[in-house]
């Protein structure tokens, strides 16, 4: 996958982060929940395209560690939101299915990355 067609899966899933928590009822903990999950899968995309724009010598690495775990927590708030029943329906099975997607190919990267700053 090239970075042109990272960046558009990673903005694609936080536009679908933000339809999801639209979504949400407007209780306590599905307003917590749900901005968690929103500042997190935004993040994921802002950070991969951070990490696209380090200038020679900078550290692509520690950007790429920091797109790694804002898919990760966005994992954790989508399985909240599954897990708890304060959200069900067709759009959250394909978002965590997306999450665990993103969340291995970054942690495949910052791999790749590792074994070529060796």
Not at 43 to 62: E, H, Q, S, T
Not at 63 to 86: H, T
Request: glycine content about 6%; aromatic content about 6%.
């Amino acid at each position: 996958m090239t970075p042109d067609e990272l960046k558009a899966k990673t903005k694609a899933f936080a536009l679908e982060i933000i339809r999801l928590v639209s979504q949400l009822h407007r209780t306590e903990v599905a307003r917590m929940i749900g901005g968690r999950l929103l500042r997190a899968g935004a993040a994921v995309g802002a950070n991969y395209r951070a990490a696209c724009r380090v200038r020679p010598g900078g550290d692509f690495k520690a950007k790429l560690a920091i797109v790694d775990e804002e898919a990760d927590e966005s994992l954790y708030w989508l399985e909240l939101l599954a897990d708890s029943g304060i959200r069900t329906g067709k759009l959250l099975p394909s978002l965590l299915k997306e999450v665990d997607t993103l969340v291995a190919i970054f942690t495949a990267s910052r791999k790749t990355v590792r074994k070529l700053n060796r």
